[in-house]
């Protein structure tokens, strides 16, 4: 009997550890957590459906059976880039695009963006393999580039840089807003356009005319400021001539004014007034550098000029 009893127990005490250590696991199993910038989306099996999300960082109570799949809210980049010359890529190639005169391009381009916690249960729904990026996103950015590089040619995508940024940004933002199965839950943080590789030979050709354009506005720069030039020079002979007939003006005015006095002083006499202008043109002719000039009067009042070619000694 005491064995019966003591069997008993056995069993009694080994379901109470079996009992034990299965209210462990089922409450172990209905407790979870989710981490920093993550987003947990709380599936139930048996109805078939999203039940909610919880973002965190934080603990939270689910149904044993329900399974939890978490959501990165971190910004993440999608890269696109090829170095032709090493042969790197990022995590998708350069996006091949034809421009509007026919040319190949290669674009490169960085889209930084994040899921929004309020909308990622349809997204999910969307895409329960979280691979909205491979399935949706990046075609979208390839089409929204190469829709924008086609309304310019390739010229243009080195001269309006700036406007295609700003246009693939204003573009990709609409479209992403726009696409139904993301439901609003991708945000667009930043676009960054790195680069337009262009061909090689049209790159070359390039070049080669910025080099043609830089002479000829080095020409026409030079031809300017010869011009100007001429016409200060011109503009100070001028200035010169006008000063030297000044000069003269005002010279031939104390002239007359001179014989007016002396003719006045000698009772209007002709002669005298002769005499005086003959040594005034004499002296003109001497400090100029001329010959010397004697003058010899006679006794009846008249005037010999006689030139003697002695020259005057320098400085």
Do not use: H
């Not at 379901?15 to 209905?30: C, D, T, Y």
């Not at 246009?167 to 790195?194: W, Y």
């Not at 010279?251 to 004014?257: F, P």
């Amino acid at each position: 009997m005491s064995e019966t009893i003591r069997r008993i127990s056995r069993i009694v005490a080994l379901l109470v550890l079996v009992l034990i250590v299965f209210l462990a696991v089922f409450g172990a199993s209905m407790i979870s957590s989710v981490g920093v910038s993550e987003v947990a989306i709380i599936v139930d099996p048996l109805v078939g459906s999203v039940t909610g999300s919880v973002i965190g960082p934080r603990f939270f109570i689910k149904a044993p059976w329900q399974q939890v799949v978490r959501v990165g809210l971190a910004v993440e980049s999608l890269d696109m880039w090829t170095d032709f010359a090493t042969g790197q890529r990022g995590e998708w190639p350069s996006i091949a695009s034809l421009t509007k005169d026919g040319l190949e391009v290669y674009v490169d381009i960085t889209i930084r963006w994040r899921v929004d916690p309020e909308k990622v249960t349809v997204l999910y729904l969307n895409y329960p393999g979280l691979d909205w990026e491979v399935k949706a996103l990046a075609p979208l950015v390839r089409e929204t580039v190469r829709n924008i590089i086609s309304n310019y040619t390739a010229m243009e995508t080195i001269e309006k840089r700036a406007e295609i940024s700003r246009r693939i940004a204003s573009d990709l933002i609409e479209v992403v807003n726009r696409e139904r199965s993301f439901g609003g839950a991708i945000i667009i943080q930043d676009i960054d356009l790195r680069n337009i590789q262009l061909p090689s030979a049209f790159k070359s050709a390039v070049e080669q005319k910025l080099a043609e354009e830089q002479q000829k506005l080095a020409a026409q720069f030079k031809r300017e400021r010869m011009l100007i030039e001429a016409n200060a020079t011109a503009t100070s002979r001028i200035l010169e001539a006008m000063g030297e007939a000044r000069a003269r003006i005002i010279g031939a005015n104390a002239t007359s004014e001179s014989l007016r006095l002396i003719m006045t002083a000698a009772n209007n006499s002709t002669e005298i007034a002769q005499t005086y202008l003959t040594y005034s043109m004499l002296r003109e002719l001497a400090e100029k550098g001329g010959n010397v000039y004697i003058v010899v009067t006679s006794g009846a009042g008249g005037a010999q000029v006689i030139p003697v070619p002695i020259p005057l000694r320098e400085g």
